[in-house]
Structure formats: structure tokens, C-alpha cells
T-cell receptor, first 117, second 110 residues
Framework: EAGVVQSPRYKIIEKKQPVAFWCNPISGHNTLYWYRQNLGQGPELLIRYENEEAVDDSQLPKDRFSAERLKGVDSTLKIQPAELGDSAVYLC???????????????FGSGTRLTVV | KQEVTQIPAALSVPEGENLVLNCSFTDSAIYNLQWFRQDPGKGLTSLLLIQSSQREQTSGRLNASLDKSSGRSTLYIAASQPGDSATYLCAPDNTDKLIFGTGTRLQVFP
């Protein structure tokens, strides 16, 4: 099993430029999450998908962030335009069915480290 | 709103010691709680998952306990090794999403 795959691993961009991150979850995992982790902090949820539907995007800064999960498999997170404060690690996670007493838990990818200069 | 606190924030110990990492959370109505390890510049590796109906889980030298009613979980690491050096994060799940603390940064020196 390949695990949760994210790309790119690192990205350096100038402020006001667009950037996109890609995530391929574990095969068969219908729940997908995007988290953001600032330096020295724990990850914070940005958006949660159940299949192709975004069921929790309350923490997503919608003025500049967007996400999609076409066909309920791969997902892309986009920032346009990027700001200096967006520098962080962006983590993708997937689960067979998290919450509600699920025995499965979450599996995280290696993350994308974004630096905005 | 769920809030998670981890104590201590950092820990530096000689190899061989038995360790206790503490996690407290404010909303006890959780489905489960997961402990993760994070190496510098890496993603999160799941260590243990405890269901709300369970009291503890064990994997090798790791043991995690859960007292849901008091909002506490503890991760025990037996006979620590330099390879255990990492940041340890706990994350309860009570709204179909994990809420993380800031973690305990552990350094085990030879």
C-alpha cells in the first residue's frame, strides 16, 4: 500500500503568486482532509471531503484558498494569491471513515512545505 | 470548542528512561483519540488509536491510556532510545476531525 501521496514536497514562491498542492489518498479511503501546520504548532483542519463533497470547509480562507476533489479520489488545494503568512506545511490525510467510533483512524501524507518570499 | 494541551512541551532525557507524555482535552465527548509521531520536516506517523470505549492500547514499547471522563490521555514510552527523538502529538476526534495540541518535543540522548 502506497500510503497518502502528496506533491510537491517543497515549494518556494513569491508573494501574490498562485500555488497548488496535490494529494492522492489511500485507495478506497472516502474521507480526505487538508490540514495546515504552522511552525511549532499542531496541524489545523482546512477542509474535509466525504467522497467528492466538501462537508466541512469552515476553516478554509475562501477569499484566497480553494480545493477540489474530482471523482472522489485525488484532491488539489490552491492558494491565489499567496501571502507571506501562508508559509506553512500543508498536510493531506485520508480515512476509511473517521469519527463516530471509527476503528480506522487517519493516515497522513508527508506534507508540502510552502515558503512564500 | 475542543482544546488540547500537551505537557511537557519539551523533554530531554538519557537513553533507557521510561517516559510519560500527557495530553488533556476540554470536550470529553470524543469518538476516539490518536497519538502521532512527527520527525523534523516530515509528516505524521500514527502510533496508537484508542476508541472511546477503550482504556488503553499497546504497541511494542508504547502504551497509551485514555480517561475520557476526565479529558486525559497519557502516552508511556518504555526504555527510551535515541530513535524515539521526535515530536509527539495527541489528537482527539469528536466532530469527524482531529484537533491537535502543540505536541511534546522529545530528545533522547545516548
Amino acid at each position: 500500500e502506497a500510503g497518502v501521496v502528496q506533491s510537491p514536497r517543497y515549494k518556494i514562491i513569491e508573494k501574490k503568486q498562485p500555488v497548488a498542492f496535490w494529494c492522492n489518498p489511500i485507495s478506497g479511503h472516502n474521507t480526505l482532509y487538508w490540514y495546515r501546520q504552522n511552525l511549532g504548532q499542531g496541524p489545523e483542519l482546512l477542509i474535509r471531503y466525504e467522497n467528492e463533497e466538501a462537508v466541512d470547509d469552515s476553516q478554509l480562507p475562501k477569499d484566497r484558498f480553494s480545493a477540489e476533489r474530482l471523482k472522489g479520489v485525488d484532491s488539489t488545494l490552491k492558494i491565489q494569491p499567496a501571502e507571506l503568512g501562508d508559509s506553512a506545511v500543508y498536510l493531506c490525510a485520508s480515512s476509511l471513515g473517521a469519527g463516530r467510533g471509527s476503528v480506522y483512524g487517519y493516515t497522513f501524507g508527508s506534507g508540502t512545505r510552502l515558503t512564500v518570499v | 470548542k475542543q482544546e488540547v494541551t500537551q505537557i511537557p512541551a519539551a523533554l530531554s532525557v538519557p537513553e533507557g528512561e521510561n517516559l510519560v507524555l500527557n495530553c488533556s482535552f476540554t470536550d470529553s465527548a470524543i469518538y476516539n483519540l490518536q497519538w502521532f509521531r512527527q520527525d523534523p520536516g516530515k509528516g505524521l506517523t500514527s502510533l496508537l488509536l484508542i476508541q472511546s470505549s477503550q482504556r488503553e492500547q499497546t504497541s511494542g514499547r508504547l502504551n497509551a491510556s485514555l480517561d475520557k471522563s476526565s479529558g486525559r490521555s497519557t502516552l508511556y514510552i518504555a526504555a527510551s532510545q535515541p530513535g524515539d527523538s521526535a515530536t509527539y502529538l495527541c489528537a482527539p476526534d469528536n466532530t469527524d476531525k482531529l484537533i491537535f495540541g502543540t505536541g511534546t518535543r522529545l530528545q533522547v540522548f545516548p
